[in-house]
């Protein structure tokens, strides 16, 4: 049975190496989002334009960006605890 939680704990190794590089252009994109974000509040804020179509677009683009990104950071996140879970769950099943 312990072979089974360490089996997966090194497929999740593995999966987390494989797609370390899509992590981090999630995190770059969310990052680059977030400033871009920021910077449109910040504009907003101290200019007196407040019906700009680029601003607007900056808030509304940005933002979706980041729902997407974090989104998809937590799914491959979600997928990767429920690959130990299921382990663990065959390892020590409830006794109920």
């Known amino acids: 049975m312990a072979k089974?939680?360490?089996a997966a704990l090194r497929a999740l190794e593995k999966l987390l190496e494989l797609f370390r590089f899509e992590?981090?252009?999630?995190?770059l994109a969310t990052v680059g989002a977030l400033i871009i974000l920021?910077?449109?509040a910040v504009w907003?804020?101290?200019?007196?334009?407040s019906g700009s179509t680029a601003l607007a677009?900056?808030?509304f683009a940005s933002s979706g960006l980041i729902t997407f990104?974090?989104?998809?950071?937590?799914?491959m996140w979600n997928q990767a605890f429920s690959l130990i879970a299921d382990a663990l769950q065959a390892?020590?099943?409830?006794?109920e």
């Open 57 to 59: 677009l900056g808030m």
């Open 4 to 6: 089974d939680v360490n």
């Open 91 to 95: 390892e020590y099943p409830d006794d």
């Open 23 to 27: 992590r981090m252009v999630y995190m």
């Open 44 to 49: 907003l804020f101290f200019s007196d334009e």
């Open 69 to 75: 990104t974090t989104s998809r950071l937590l799914t």
């Open 38 to 40: 920021l910077g449109a």
